[in-house]
């Protein structure tokens, strides 16, 4: 009876074991997954095939300029979104689109300017089936819980030569724990590319638009 009672005392105790080490590797488990949702956004998986279609991309020098100040408890960060949003969408939109060039422009009311038939660079802009003016929406970040969360919208507003318009804006969001491998900049930048994997899920969406 006392060896049943032994036999039963041990079992009991490596079951303890077995759901302590599960729980364990769970945890382990979330960590690694966490640290693979860092891993930068991609966009090959658009554009198949590509829309038949010229972009001019006008990049306003407030756009490409763009930066946020996030404060945390350790202090202020500066992000410079404007650059990554640039090379970002460069690389996207020429995944996206048959054929795109990017020029930039020393204001968002200059794009506009560019639009109207009495400008003198319209004629240039006339050769390209759509003119592509990005812009920030709203950039959100805080630092609470252990962690760092970013928001980004993006909103790009696509002007075709007979007047009419195609706006499709674009969110993504981010979360690191504030221990982790990874750094505030990187989920800052991720959150970015997420939100212009957005734009290109709504263009791919309108394809029909864009053609016709």
Request: hydrophobic fraction near 40%.
């Amino acid at each position: 009876m006392k060896s049943m009672k032994i036999v039963v005392v041990l079992f009991m105790f490596f079951t303890l074991g077995c759901s302590t080490m599960t729980g364990s590797e769970h945890r382990i488990s979330h960590e690694g997954a966490h640290e693979y949702d860092l891993t930068p956004v991609d966009y090959s998986q658009y554009g198949r095939p590509p829309i038949p279609v010229k972009i001019l991309l006008l990049v306003p020098a407030e756009f490409e300029r763009f930066d946020h100040i996030g404060n945390y408890e350790r202090g202020s960060t500066r992000y410079l979104l404007g650059p990554d949003a640039e090379l970002e969408m460069r690389e996207a939109f020429g995944i996206e689109f048959a054929k795109v060039d990017v020029w930039p422009v020393r204001s968002e009311a200059r794009a506009i300017e560019m639009l109207s038939p009495y400008d003198p660079e319209n004629a240039q802009v006339q050769a390209y089936d759509y003119v592509a003016i990005p812009k920030f929406l709203r950039v959100d970040s805080s630092g609470r819980r252990e962690k760092y969360e970013f928001e980004i919208d993006l909103q790009v507003e696509f002007n075709a030569k007979n007047g009419s318009s195609i706006t499709i804006k674009g969110h993504g969001e981010s979360m690191i724990g504030k221990y982790a491998l990874s750094t505030p900049e990187k989920g800052a930048n991720l959150s970015l590319q997420y939100a212009i994997s957005a734009l290109l899920d709504g263009i791919e969406k309108n394809r029909n638009l864009f053609v016709r």
